[in-house]
Structures are given as structure tokens and as C-alpha cells.
């Protein structure tokens, strides 16, 4: 069963894939997110959300009901620390 707010994302970490999962479903759809620069968190214990296993977390803002990715201002490589 699909879940109305989460949204399960495979994303290049440096060198790895990782899958994650976040409740981005209202604001982006996975299509959306093909090809985004995103800020995630990969230092946590990956954890399951619906059955799936999380091995991060997307960064975003938001109001409740509006978010926005936190992502670059310019092209940076995959798999950089944020500092």
C-alpha cells in the first residue's frame, strides 16, 4: 500500500546507492525528484519506515503543508560533507 505522505527515493551517495525514505509525497513526486541536487543527512541509523529500509534523511523546509528541498546553488559532486 502506498503511503499518501511517504515517498521512497534511490539516490547516489558518492559511490553507493542508498535508498531513502521521506515525507516529501505532498510536495514532490518521484519524477520530480529525478536529477535534484539534495542536501540528506547520511550519518543516521537507517531505520524502516512502511517496510522499507531507510538509509538517510532528505533536508527540507517547510510550513506544514508547502516544503522546499535544501539543495546548492551551483553543481557540486555527489557524496560532499556539509559543513
Same mark, same amino acid.
Given at each position: 500500500?502506498?503511503? $499518501?505522505?511517504?515517498?521512497?527515493?534511490?539516490?547516489?551517495?558518492?559511490?553507493?546507492? $542508498?535508498?531513502?525514505?521521506?515525507?516529501? $509525497?505532498?510536495?514532490?513526486?518521484?519524477?520530480?525528484?529525478?536529477?535534484?541536487?539534495?542536501?540528506?543527512?547520511?550519518?543516521?541509523? /537507517?531505520?524502516?519506515?512502511?517496510?522499507?529500509?531507510?538509509?538517510?534523511?532528505?533536508?527540507?523546509?517547510?510550513?506544514?503543508?508547502?516544503?522546499?528541498?535544501?539543495?546548492?546553488?551551483? /553543481?557540486?559532486?555527489?557524496?560532499?560533507?556539509?559543513?
Amino acid at each position: 500500500e502506498k503511503s $499518501r505522505k511517504l515517498l521512497k527515493l534511490t539516490i547516489q551517495v558518492g559511490d553507493e546507492q $542508498r535508498t531513502i525514505v521521506s515525507g516529501i $509525497r505532498g510536495s514532490y513526486t518521484a519524477e520530480q525528484m529525478v536529477g535534484k541536487t539534495i542536501v540528506i543527512v547520511a550519518n543516521l541509523k /537507517p531505520a524502516k519506515l512502511c517496510g522499507v529500509l531507510s538509509q538517510g534523511m532528505i533536508l527540507a523546509v517547510g510550513d506544514g503543508d508547502e516544503l522546499g528541498l535544501l539543495t546548492t546553488d551551483k /553543481p557540486m559532486a555527489d557524496g560532499l560533507d556539509v559543513g
